[in-house]
């Protein structure tokens, strides 16, 4: 194992099992192990070397969920096709742009041409592949429908990353707006305001108490916007800190989160959404309810709701059932409730959940639309009374200077 902790990029030439020529990339400790693995493939390399890397570090960039989400979606229909699961990662390697991405399908597509599971394979990169991800895809290999099993992953994939997509959206849309407002009425503040003061200090007359307040405003923001930045990135760094290593704060910002008007009503219906389609998907595989609530109360992406969930799982553990469970919380909506009562009644309880989480995404999507619209509205109030009180503030003395002449 200690051999294989650095291992190396190779590009090979050969010829298959088949007689056809082959060629492609391959990552190992070193070129006997590389050997190895072309043999173990039934390949006989004609060319073997390292690949040499590029002069200014490539195209190389971070892995995101949607390239996962890809890598799922590609994998699912290759192999639906009936191609092999280590030729079906060469082929989705050879499509994919993301350099960094296409060294860890290498990684993967090695392990598992050296013998391995996909589900362990995938266990080494928990930074990519949660526990439910891996779960799923041994719950498909043990099964003999790896296949299937990716689809309906990389459908779970799509579906998750699309609806934070859209919270995304409703989120940074409006601050970052407001940054931008911010940043425009600092710098009048700073550098349009001081011009002004400079004509106001030769009027000789008593300027209005709201263009004093905004002068007062200028020579503190000239005096201090280094530090009033530097705090700023500290309470924002301090936030998001606090918010990983402590449970309680976390617990108490996702519990506020649900209580801002508009946003926190999208956000319960994304979590709703989120409970229905990773129950539905992990029951659906075949795993069991108990050990299914537990992954998704690690992906309900609420620390109010994932102890909600737990709590519904240890009900769930003492024979109560899914739907009487969760009316119990009185957190989950009535439709919900119904829709496992029926799942349950009638032996469909994923279809009912995929049911539930159609309706609540919908939900999040009309929400959004409707968020955004009345945003624009609403920001552009905001730009108005700021960049417009700041003119009024610096032209009221000179409208009072021309009543007195």
């Given amino acids: 194992m200690a051999a294989t902790a650095e291992t190396m990029s190779f590009v090979y030439k050969g010829k298959n099992r088949k007689g056809e020529k082959v060629e492609g990339e391959l990552r190992a400790g070193n070129l006997s192990m590389a050997k190895g693995l072309l043999r173990k493939q039934g390949i006989i390399s004609t060319s073997l ?138 710098i009048l503040l700073i550098k349009v305001v001081p011009v002004f003061a400079e004509t106001f200090s030769s009027f000789g007359a008593d300027l209005p108490a709201f263009t004093l307040f905004v002068l007062g405003l200028s020579e503190s923001l000239q005096a201090s916007w280094m530090y009033i930045l530097v705090i700023i990135g500290v309470s924002l760094y301090a936030f998001k800190e606090a918010r990983f290593r402590s449970a309680k704060f976390a617990y108490m910002v996702d519990k506020y989160m649900l209580k801002i008007p508009i946003v926190g009503n999208i956000i319960y219906h994304a979590v709703v959404a989120r409970f229905a389609r990773t129950l539905a998907t992990t029951f659906a595989a075949g795993v069991p309810i108990v050990d299914a609530l537990e992954s998704v109360a690690g992906a309900a992406g609420n620390a109010l709701y994932r102890d909600a969930i737990l709590r519904v799982r240890d009900d769930v553990t003492t024979g109560v059932q899914l739907q009487q469970a969760i009316r119990s919380r009185k957190m989950f909506p009535v439709l919900l409730q119904q829709l496992a009562a029926i799942g349950e009644e009638s032996g469909a309880l994923d279809e009912m959940l995929e049911k539930a989480a159609t309706h609540y995404e919908e939900l999040v999507d009309n929400a959004v639309d409707n968020l955004t619209s009345l945003l624009e509205l609403m920001i552009m109030s905001v730009l108005g009374v700021l960049v417009g009180g700041l003119l009024i503030a610096m032209y009221l003395p000179i409208f009072q200077l021309g009543n007195v002449v």
């Fill in 49 to 186: 070397k390292k690949k040499s890397k590029p002069l200014f570090g490539g195209n190389k960039k971070k892995i995101t969920p949607g390239d996962i989400a890809l890598f799922t979606r590609q994998l699912a229909t290759i192999m639906k096709a009936g191609v092999p699961l280590v030729q079906s990662f060469d082929i989705v390697a050879d499509g994919l742009e993301n350099l960094t991405m296409r060294d860890l399908v290498f990684q993967i597509r090695d392990d598992v041409a050296s013998g391995g599971s996909f589900a362990n394979a995938l266990r080494k990169h928990p930074r990519y592949f949660d526990d439910l991800f891996c779960s799923l895809v041994d719950s498909g290999e043990t099964a003999g429908a790896l296949e299937t099993m990716l689809d309906r992953v990389a459908t779970y994939k799509e579906k998750t990353e699309k609806l934070k997509a859209k919270i995304k959206k409703a989120m940074t849309y409006p601050i970052a707006v407001m940054v931008v407002a911010i940043v425009v009425t600092a």
